[in-house]
C-alpha cells in the first residue's frame, strides 16, 4: 500500500504557472511508476505525465509537452508537477497516481491514487 498526498493547486491567470506536488507515504517509493491524471467535470480522467521508477524517463500527454514537466525525488518520495504557460482548458482536478506494473498510461493501469487538487486557469 501506499497513500498519496497532493498540494499546490490554485487558481491562476493564462500564461502563469503552477507547481503541483505529490507526497507519498508507505512500501517503498522507489518501487512505483508516478503519473499525474487531470479530470475535468463531466470528462474522462486524463492522463497528463508520468515518470519511471529511476526517474530517468519521462512520458507527457501531447497537450502539455513542452510546458509541464514531471519530476521525482526517491530520497524524499515525492513526485512533483511543474505546469508553465497555462492555459484555460488545464482547468481540471489533477491526481496524482501510483503503480508497480506495467503497459500503457491509462488510468486502469494505476493502482493507488490520491485525492486531487484542483486547478483553475483563468482566460
Known amino acids: 500500500q501506499v497513500q498519496l498526498v497532493e498540494s499546490g493547486g490554485g487558481l491562476v491567470q493564462a500564461g502563469g504557472s503552477l507547481r503541483l506536488s505529490c507526497a507519498a507515504s508507505g512500501r517503498t517509493f522507489s518501487s512505483y511508476t508516478m503519473g499525474w491524471f487531470r479530470q475535468a467535470p463531466g470528462k474522462e480522467r486524463d492522463f497528463v505525465a508520468a515518470?519511471?521508477?529511476?526517474?530517468?524517463?519521462?512520458f507527457y500527454a501531447d497537450s502539455v509537452k513542452g510546458r509541464f514537466t514531471i519530476s521525482r525525488d526517491n530520497t524524499k518520495s515525492t513526485v512533483d508537477l511543474q505546469m508553465n504557460s497555462l492555459k484555460p482548458e488545464d482547468t481540471a482536478v489533477y491526481y496524482c497516481?501510483?503503480?508497480?506494473?506495467?503497459?500503457?498510461?491509462?488510468?486502469?493501469?494505476?493502482?493507488?491514487w490520491g485525492q486531487g487538487t484542483q486547478v483553475t486557469v483563468s482566460s
Open positions: 515518470v519511471t521508477r529511476s526517474g530517468l524517463t519521462t
Open positions: 497516481a501510483a503503480r508497480g506494473g506495467t503497459g500503457t498510461m491509462k488510468a486502469p493501469n494505476f493502482d493507488y
